[in-house]
């Protein structure tokens, strides 16, 4: 088997995963608008704030744990103990009876969900470099991406019809099946030469210090992609479903144009960086996620927000594989995967306590609130970004 083919299958084991997880994260959240009106679990706002974050001080402290102990260990195994907690934990999920059942099976899944990021990106990182690096990020990316797009396009529509149990059924179902097809797919995809070469690089334990030093630069750019991730996630179906009255299909529907738009933009990240570099690529997406933020904050034009919901999937899904090949360039290859893991707990960080300031800011001054803080924080993170390229700080060239 040549390198190229090697290397395909292994993107392509990293991208079905990350299409899973991400596609599964998001389930339950799809379907907070038909448990909040029928006071099914859900009371008010903030108590989707308090789900998420008290999925966010587990989730944080399993990827700490996973970027410690995962380093000079086979990645594939890992992806597919991944699929396996989120499955198990969806279809529990279904046997809810009280929020604190709903709190417990949602730590769980977030348990499982904790290990794709320093394990999978880790793993292209270690795998790709130069432009195949941003072209493989790139894939992976939209392979989540279109996850997302799967399980939002389909949640409403099933819930609606068959009950809210029936996405966490089927995508419970899915991972389940993932877990023998992503290692079937990954089988070969690393040689006991690579495997000694990378247990060579990791013998050194890493530094936490040195990883969090090295990327401390994108920690702004990170905290914007998680409050966006987190608002958009949580609040946008109750934003449609309760503030312009659309059924949990026109929801569904209308998320699914924001993430098909996400799902393009990160398959051409790649072209788009070759031709306009990643700093003016980042700075004209942070620029979109303001509009866009704003337009939904005060727009009641249908037209006018499923045009805002397509700009914030074009900008914000190219932020990822921007950040994400920015540390990938910066942090040393020994630190790299504990890097990714606090990144991505750095990431969880500003998507769930914004979502819990976002729960509590909607219940007191109405469900547009959070969207008017995310185009605030984007005009703050345009001049931060503006600073750090400007005194060459990254993009030098």
């Known amino acids: 088997m040549t390198i190229e083919k090697v290397k395909k299958r292994l993107l392509a084991t990293v991208s079905l995963h990350h299409a899973f997880n991400d596609g599964s994260s998001v389930t339950l959240p799809a379907i907070f608008p038909i448990l909040y009106k029928k006071q099914l ?16 001080i587990v989730a944080i402290a399993a990827q700490a744990l996973v970027g410690h102990y995962v380093r000079p260990r086979h ?17 529990l999920m279904t046997l809810a009876a009280n929020f604190g059942m709903l709190v417990l099976f949602f730590i769980g899944m977030r348990i499982g969900t904790s290990i794709y990021h320093p394990v999978g990106i880790s793993w292209v990182s270690h795998s790709f470099r130069g432009k195949a690096l941003d072209r493989a990020m790139g894939t992976q990316s939209a392979f989540g991406n279109i996850g997302v797009l799967l399980a ?19 995508w419970g179902t899915a991972n389940l099946l993932a877990v023998p097809v992503g290692l079937l797919l990954s089988r070969g995809t690393v040689s006991s030469v690579d495997i000694a070469e990378q247990k060579e690089v990791e013998k050194n334990p890493a530094s936490w210090f040195l990883a969090f030093r090295q990327l401390g630069i994108f920690i702004p750019l990170t905290l914007l992609g998680g409050l966006a991730w987190g608002i958009m996630i949580y609040y946008s179906p109750s934003l449609l479903n309760h503030k312009l009255s659309l059924s949990m299909s026109h929801t569904g529907m209308i998320l699914g144009y924001w993430m098909s738009a996400g799902t393009i933009a990160a398959l ?36 006018a927000v499923i045009t805002a919901f397509v700009l914030l999937g074009l900008a914000l899904f190219t932020i990822y594989p921007a950040t994400i090949s920015f540390i990938s360039s910066t942090v040393g290859e020994r630190n790299r995967t ?60």
Request: contains cysteine; positive net charge.
């Open 41 to 56: 679990l859900i009371l008010n706002y903030s108590a989707i704030g308090n789900i998420i974050l008290s999925g966010m």
């Open 152 to 170: 939002f396009t389909s949640t409403g529509f099933l819930a609606h019809t068959f009950g809210w149990k029936m996405p966490l059924y089927i």
């Open 268 to 303: 051409l990240y790649g072209k788009i960086t070759s031709l306009i570099g990643r700093c003016k690529t980042v700075l004209t997406s942070i620029t979109a996620i303001a509009l866009g933020a704003f337009i939904l904050a005060y727009g009641t034009n249908l037209a």
């Open 338 to 397: 504990v890097g990714f893991a606090i990144n991505a707990n750095i990431a969880i960080i500003g998507n769930s306590v914004f979502a819990k300031i976002s729960g509590n800011i909607s219940d007191s001054f109405g469900i547009q609130s959070p969207f008017i803080l995310l185009g605030a924080a984007s005009i703050s993170m345009i001049l931060y970004m503006s600073y750090i390229i400007k005194s060459g700080r990254v993009c030098p060239d």
């Open 75 to 91: 990645s594939r195994y890992f992806l597919a103990l991944d699929a396996l907690i989120v499955g198990v934990s969806l279809l």
